[in-house]
């Protein structure tokens, strides 16, 4: 009789108790699933300690995989999942397909407790592109056990543009733990500002990173903000306090070397926002006040800082629109900043917003065409490869830590 319940067990995928091998990725078919899941176990795996669960979803043209996130998280710290969505195509998003995702990451983690794999009650979601939706739009539901979610190239879509989604009212009551990751020049870049400004709204603990001179594409493993805050949800906080300490000085080192008074202002705001900063003692973090005030004070940055409220101010109306014909016109704000501004940092960003809102709005109208002429478009700065440069140069300088 035992032989017998044993073989149906078997038989149904489930009951076989793997031998967890730590820093390899299996092929793993749950009980009632249809095709088979990724699951990949961290390098630093020890089964007498717990872990938490980092359930990954894949872009719109992807499949099942660990390999992105085993990039991000070195490999370590993490169980992770690959996993096909719930629901196929269109209806992954739609209100049965948010709720059966919810079902199936709290099936997996019983199963994967049955099969001996030592998780404990945390559970984190993250994707790229379409992955990335998914993970919005779960972080907005939450459900008992997620405690976080990484969303990377996507943000927040309101339902009157492109495709419906069928977003979920209802709010986590607890704060989690949100990572927004987005390429300067990707198109999404307004959806993730958004997605950044209802997740401080509603009271999360969230960060946002932006990945200078990059546009729609994953693989950003270099980018400090998002190692910082995977180590932050792994860590104790006494065990994050030295490498935090040595991190804040040798970056303050750094800020010493930066010739132009507003890029040095840009990388001190940059490090002090970093999940690093809330592990410098105090006292240290006072010292980064201080040289913030001390180049807030330098004669060339009025003219910087009138063009940083211009070009915030033009990113405000761009979070406000809602029809694909609208952002010729909010282009033609940062156009004007550029024409007038043009030596300046923010000038010279707003000339690169024109190429991503350009791509905005072709990817709204589902058209190749040259925008029928439209002025904003039509005539892009003509030294765009220069501006590039200059961005991607203070990109590696932000990366450097």
């Avoid at 043209?61 to 660990?66: E, L, P, Q, Y």
């Avoid at 779960?138 to 543009?161: K, M, N, V, Y």
């Avoid at 932050?232 to 490498?243: D, F, I, K, N, R």
Wanted: glycine letters at 8%; one cysteine or more.
């Amino acid at each position: 009789m035992r032989l017998l319940t044993l073989a149906m067990v078997l038989l149904a995928g489930y009951g076989r108790v793997h031998a967890w091998e730590p820093g390899k990725e299996v092929t793993w078919l749950g009980l009632g699933e249809k095709t088979p899941l990724k699951v990949y176990i961290p390098s630093d795996y020890d089964p007498a300690n717990e872990w938490p669960l980092l359930y990954g979803f894949h872009r719109t043209d992807g499949r099942a995989s660990t390999s992105m996130f085993q990039g991000y998280t070195r490999g370590r710290g993490f169980v992770l999942i690959g996993a096909p969505y719930a629901l196929p195509g269109k209806d992954s998003f739609s209100r049965a397909g948010i709720l059966q995702e919810i079902r199936r990451i709290s099936k997996v983690r019983q199963l994967l407790l049955g099969e001996s794999l030592s998780l404990d009650q945390r559970t984190y979601v993250g994707g790229f592109s379409k992955g990335g939706w998914m993970s919005d739009l779960l972080a907005t539901e939450g459900f008992d056990t997620l405690s976080g979610a990484l969303i990377l190239g996507a943000g927040r879509i309101p339902d009157d543009i492109g495709r419906v989604i069928s977003r979920p009212k209802v709010e986590p009551v607890r704060s989690l733990a949100i990572y927004i990751g987005i390429g300067q020049l990707d198109s999404n870049h307004l959806y993730s500002r958004r997605a950044h400004s209802h997740y401080l709204k509603t009271k999360h603990d969230v960060v946002f990173e932006e990945y200078l001179t990059k546009g729609h594409r994953a693989g950003e493993t270099d980018a400090p903000y998002l190692s910082q805050w995977l180590q932050c949800q792994v860590a104790s906080p006494a065990g994050l306090e030295e490498g935090a300490l040595a991190w804040w000085q040798s970056s303050l080192t750094t800020a010493e070397s930066i010739p132009l008074p507003i890029e040095r202002l840009l990388y001190l705001e940059h490090v002090q926002a970093a999940p690093f900063a809330k592990f410098v003692p105090k006292e240290r973090r006072s010292t980064l006040s201080k040289k913030l005030s001390q180049v807030r004070r330098h004669r060339s940055l009025q003219t910087e800082m009138d063009a940083r409220r211009a070009y915030r101010s033009a990113q405000k109306e761009e979070e406000g629109f809602r029809k694909s014909s609208d952002l010729p016109d909010l282009a033609a704000s940062f156009k004007r900043l550029y024409m007038r501004s043009p030596k300046t940092f923010y000038g010279q960003r707003a000339g690169l917003d024109l190429l991503r809102m350009e791509d905005n709005y072709r990817v709204l109208k589902r058209s190749n065409q040259n925008n029928q002429g439209n002025d904003a478009f039509a005539k892009l700065p003509p030294n765009l490869e220069a501006l590039k440069g200059r961005f991607a140069r203070f990109d590696k300088l932000l990366r450097s830590r």
